[in-house]
């Protein structure tokens, strides 16, 4: 039995509020700390509980800048609920880890080999090992895979188990997780930002590190392609962005290095998977899935998903792919096998399972069918197959007439339900405001396949129960998770993922290919960002000249309805100030240049583009750095004070927000410019970007200079335009005088070296679209090349005095309507032929080879 120290304990720990009846992972029965915790109980004890929680706000800073979420269906928080992180770890010692290490492998083996028998001879219901109705009444049994091919040493690729500890101090199995085993990456990311919340105490303790866990599966993920060479090409599979845990595939992909892919990334053509990249289509030879069995093939398993890959199971078949884990896996997270297992470890393994399961019964066999029943409030009561989003049903705590409906259930399909023992979880020290308290704890538990056998990561993904009290441990239920320490006996070598292999930067770069969905949000991510940047800058300036920041009241009022128009041009937020319909706004402007700002049901406000901008950076977070993504959080905040603002705030206390929010957004497209290769991901985004900037420089444009002022207003619309069009300081810089229309059209207009001009932006669509369209090798002119071929040729052959106009002129600037009208329809023209040669393969495969809630859980 574990000995406890004798040695008075620390006085945090003394102010530890313990479970009472369980297990306590920190502290023995007689209260002392247990020996492999006492290093950290001592050191938890210097630091203090006001430290404590400084490294427990640290932890939440963390995570939140490197955007680590955890979707909670139903919660108001959504896509944006932040990933929870204790600061207290869990430990472990080494010599209890290798008897669970042991096991775990053990029960992997198992697996495998049963799920070889399931999918090909079934001996196991032949001999009687297994009833008939655990396999063919279970959903996760797929016809379709039988017989499942595959020359691997192992067909599960990848395991999970959730274990517990109950009052006795046995660690037992509570589910396992086979067909898409989620977890890994969050514990990865736990570790992150534990060694840098308490950097000395992770260094001291000699834990174990977890590099070399992902570096075993990036290795059993290769060895998988049907195709043997070097570097084969590995997609993760996502169900997408509105996924649980699409962080952690993200993070996965960016991790390991491989393309992450939505099923309508994916094709399937002549029995070979292909990745849509950009207008061409990419081999695979290895998919990762985090999408549940059923809706990976619209085609064999599930035709209402729009999740899969269409074909996918008969590429599968003829094993031309392959899929990790396979489809079918699910059918061993049949809570029910775990009555049978004992038995078939023996048949199979000719061994006692070293490591048992939670006790469960088959409400199929009329014994355990008529204990359970009669004891329904002493068990947890589970279907045999386990459906997104479904929860287990805790007898103690359903009412009367909620156990008599389920008591009905199970009787009316009795092979459909299993019982388990509700055992009491072990506890494990959590940080609260008050101190430290208990917490029911789950660890899972992460294994890869090798030719050799299993390797089991030494850590864990360690979830705790929301409340003290609570019975219910997970993170859909708001649970909070942990990392988990396996302490060695001395200190270990630090390895990287990194194998040192020197790799051509082209052909890398070909590996990890981008889809065109990939693609198609780094365009609207450039040009979301842009149209809220220039939304935000012509929405201050009106907001300033409306409360006469700028010295206008010797001026003709007029000058400021242009502007307001102006705003509404630019934002496409009409009536807004336009016409008669926009009299009203005209004469009270604030209420609803604060509602462009703050209202996110608006199409075209601030607070709507801000939201596009963030949904579309969401869905390519894999290719944004870390620097970038800290920016992309800044301004989530930021929205999320705009949704608290009831709309009726100070106007400068709104513009300070917007400074805030310009600099976030300018900052994303600095930092993306040094932190981003000059491939297609970054042309992509560049394009979207000058693409919007040059059609909203012409809406502001043909909505103030278009039309003529009188000479006592004109300086001042001039200056605004400038303002907005963030040019005022250069060209204050440049001509020592008022605004002249003349050079401020060549500025804002013609001016190549201005960043901010429209020429500059055609100049560098330019050249980006003749980089992505002479890939292939092509000689001439794409059509998107024609187009703003036409668009920068028409600007540069503008004359300026032409499209000033005469002075002393009346009417509109017909010239410079008509070279800005012409210029936004070529470029509104690019856009289209972009999306549809590159975003959206409208003939479908052929096209492409011409050139060369369902998820994990």
């Known amino acids: 039995?574990?000995?406890?120290?004798?040695?008075?304990?620390?006085?945090?720990?003394?102010?530890?509020?313990?479970?009472?009846?369980?297990?306590?992972?920190?502290?023995?029965?007689?209260?002392?700390?247990?020996?492999?915790?006492?290093?950290?109980?001592?050191?938890?004890?210097?630091?203090?509980?006001?430290?404590?929680?400084?490294?427990?706000?640290?932890?939440?800073?963390?995570?939140?800048?490197?955007?680590?979420?955890?979707?909670?269906?139903?919660?108001?928080?959504?896509?944006?609920?932040?990933?929870?992180?204790?600061?207290?770890?869990?430990?472990?010692?080494?010599?209890?880890?290798?008897?669970?290490?042991?096991?775990?492998?053990?029960?992997?083996?198992?697996?495998?080999?049963?799920?070889?028998?399931?999918?090909?001879?079934?001996?196991?219901?032949?001999?009687?090992?297994?009833?008939?109705?655990?396999?063919?009444?279970?959903?996760?049994?797929?016809?379709?895979?039988?017989?499942?091919?595959?020359?691997?040493?192992?067909?599960?690729?990848?395991?999970?188990?959730?274990?517990?500890?109950?009052?006795?101090?046995?660690?037992?199995?509570?589910?396992?997780?086979?067909?898409?085993?989620?977890?890994?990456?969050?514990?990865?990311?736990?570790?992150?930002?534990?060694?840098?919340?308490?950097?000395?105490?992770?260094?001291?303790?000699?834990?174990?590190?977890?590099?070399?866990?992902?570096?075993?599966l990036r290795a059993s993920l290769s060895a998988l392609s049907p195709r043997r060479h070097a570097d084969p090409r590995v997609v993760l599979l996502t169900p997408g962005p509105l996924n649980e845990a699409y962080f952690e595939h993200t993070y996965l992909a960016s991790y390991l290095g491989y393309t992450l892919a939505r099923g309508s990334d994916l094709t399937v053509q002549d029995g070979q998977v292909w990745l849509r990249s950009v207008r061409r289509l990419e081999p695979v030879d290895v998919i990762l899935r985090r999408v549940d069995d059923h809706y990976c093939d619209p085609l064999e398993l599930y035709p209402a998903s729009r999740l899969g890959v269409p074909g996918l199971t008969e590429a599968v078949r003829r094993g031309t792919v392959a899929v990790a884990n396979p489809l079918g896996a699910s059918v061993l997270e049949n809570p029910a096998l775990n009555v049978f297992l004992p038995a078939i470890a023996k048949h199979l393994l000719g061994q006692e399972l070293l490591l048992p399961s939670v006790a469960t019964w088959w409400c199929g066999n009329a014994a355990d069918r008529a204990e359970v029943l009669a004891r329904l409030d002493r068990f947890v009561i589970r279907p045999i197959h386990r459906e997104p989003g479904g929860t287990p049903h805790f007898g103690e705590l359903l009412p009367a007439a909620g156990r008599r409906a389920l008591a009905e259930r199970i009787r009316a399909r009795p092979e459909s339900f299993v019982a388990q023992e509700r055992v009491r979880f072990s506890s494990v020290p959590a940080v609260v405001a008050s101190g430290i308290e208990g917490r029911q704890a789950v660890i899972r538990t992460f294994l890869v396949a090798r030719d050799d056998g299993y390797v089991v990561m030494p850590g864990a993904l360690t979830r705790i129960a929301a409340a003290s009290e609570s019975v219910i441990v997970s993170n859909q239920a708001g649970g909070v998770s942990k990392d988990t320490w396996i302490l060695a006996t001395e200190p270990e070598k630090q390895t990287s993922l990194l194998t040192g292999v020197v790799r051509d930067p082209v052909a890398h770069e070909s590996r990890v290919a981008l889809p065109g969905g990939a693609a198609d949000n780094l365009f609207w991510l450039g040009r979301y960002a842009e149209r809220s940047e220039q939304a935000i800058r012509v929405i201050r300036t009106a907001l300033r000249l409306v409360r006469n920041d700028i010295d206008l009241h010797d001026a003709d009022a007029s000058w400021l309805d242009t502007i307001l128009t102006a705003v509404t041009h630019v934002t496409a937020t009409y009536p807004g100030f336009v016409g008669d319909a926009g009299a009203a706004n005209r004469d009270d402007p604030t209420p609803e240049l604060l509602a462009l700002v703050l209202d996110g049901e608006r199409v075209g406000s601030v607070a709507f583009d801000l939201q596009a901008t963030l949904g579309a950076a969401y869905a390519v977070r894999d290719r944004l750095s870390g620097d970038t993504w800290r920016i992309v959080n800044d301004m989530r905040l930021r929205l999320a004070r705009f949704h608290e603002r009831s709309g009726v705030e100070p106007p400068g206390e709104v513009e300070d927000e917007l400074d805030a929010l310009a600099t976030d957004l300018v900052a994303i497209f600095g930092l993306a410019q040094e932190s981003m290769t000059r491939g297609q991901a970054w042309l992509f985004l560049d394009i979207g970007r000058r693409l919007e900037r040059a059609l909203l420089l012409i809406a502001l444009v043909r909505a103030t200079l278009v039309v003529r002022h009188d000479a006592r207003v004109e300086g001042q619309v001039l200056e605004a335009v400038l303002a907005a069009a963030e040019s005022l300081t250069l060209?204050?810089?440049?001509?020592?005088?008022?605004?002249?229309?003349?050079?401020?059209l060549g500025l804002l207009l013609l001016d190549e070296t201005n960043p901010r001009s429209l020429g500059f932006q055609l100049a560098r669509i330019q050249v980006a679209v003749a980089e992505l369209s002479h890939e292939d090798g092509r000689l001439q002119l794409a059509e998107e090349e024609r187009q703003i071929l036409d668009a920068a040729t028409s600007l540069r052959l503008a004359d300026l005095a032409a499209l000033a106009g005469d002075v002393g002129g009346t009417g509109p600037r017909d010239e410079l309507e008509a070279v800005l009208r012409h210029v936004a329809a070529r470029l509104t023209r690019t856009s289209d032929v972009l999306t549809r040669s590159y975003f959206v393969d409208l003939r479908g495969p052929q096209h492409l080879t011409g050139t060369s809630r369902a998820g994990s859980s």
């Open 731 to 744: 060209y204050h810089r440049g001509f020592h005088e008022r605004p002249r229309l003349d050079r401020v």
């Open 1 to 216: 039995m574990e000995q406890t120290r004798a040695t008075p304990d620390p006085l945090l720990v003394r102010g530890y509020r313990r479970r009472h009846g369980v297990y306590d992972e920190m502290v023995g029965a007689d209260g002392g700390v247990r020996p492999h915790w006492e290093y950290l109980a001592n050191a938890l004890d210097t630091l203090g509980l006001p430290a404590l929680h400084d490294r427990w706000r640290e932890a939440r800073r963390l995570l939140r800048e490197s955007g680590a979420t955890y979707n909670v269906y139903g919660d108001p928080q959504g896509l944006e609920r932040p990933w929870l992180l204790d600061p207290i770890p869990v430990l472990i010692s080494s010599d209890e880890w290798r008897d669970i290490e042991w096991g775990l492998m053990q029960r992997a083996e198992l697996l495998d080999l049963i799920l070889r028998d399931l999918y090909g001879p079934q001996d196991l219901v032949r001999r009687g090992l297994l009833p008939p109705e655990l396999l063919y009444a279970h959903g996760g049994f797929l016809r379709p895979c039988h017989p499942m091919s595959g020359q691997a040493s192992h067909l599960l690729a990848l395991y999970a188990a959730d274990v517990v500890r109950g009052p006795d101090g046995r660690v037992q199995v509570l589910s396992d997780r086979t067909q898409a085993p989620s977890g890994a990456g969050y514990a990865l990311e736990n570790r992150v930002v534990m060694s840098r919340v308490l950097p000395s105490l992770y260094r001291d303790s000699h834990v174990h590190r977890l590099s070399l866990f992902f570096q075993n």
